[in-house]
Nanobody, 127 residues
Framework: QVQLVESGGGLVQAGASLRLSCAAS????????MTWFRQAPGKEREPVAA????????YYADSVKGRFTISRDNAKNTVSLQMNSLKSEDTAVYYC????????????????????WGKGTLVTVSS
């Protein structure tokens, strides 16, 4: 049974930092590209950051470039999202998702193509 379990969310003030983690089990982790999505109230779920199977390729949404960093540890089956200089508009439920990718350097941002999802962790940034 595949499980993706997010942690690290919380309530912080604008300008603060948070580190989200996603622990994966039940899958061959290094076969999967990993993506962090977020969904704010009343909005579509959107990709925030993605990392390839090898960790060598990454994607960032324009809104988080320079502030967020995605990384993965294939030995520990985890993917993390370091979020700095948080803004009120970063408030959302953050989800990690996985999709197999034949290209070791490929990243995935299509929410409809994800094979597995976590249940999400809430990040609230107060201004």
């Amino acid at each position: 049974q595949v499980q993706l379990v997010e942690s690290g969310g919380g309530l912080v003030q604008a300008g603060a930092s948070l580190r989200l983690s996603c622990a994966a089990s039940g899958l061959q982790f290094n076969y999967y590209a990993m993506t962090w999505f977020r969904q704010a109230p009343g909005k579509e779920r959107e990709p925030v950051a993605a990392v390839s199977r090898s960790g060598g390729s990454t994607y960032y949404a324009d809104s988080v470039k320079g502030r967020f960093t995605i990384s993965r540890d294939n030995a520990k089956n985890t993917v993390s999202l370091q979020m700095n200089s948080l803004k009120s508009e970063d408030t959302a439920v953050y989800y990690c998702a996985a999709r197999t990718n034949g290209n070791i350097s490929g990243v995935d941002t299509n929410k409809n193509a994800m094979a597995y999802w976590g249940k999400g962790t809430l990040v609230t940034v107060s201004s």
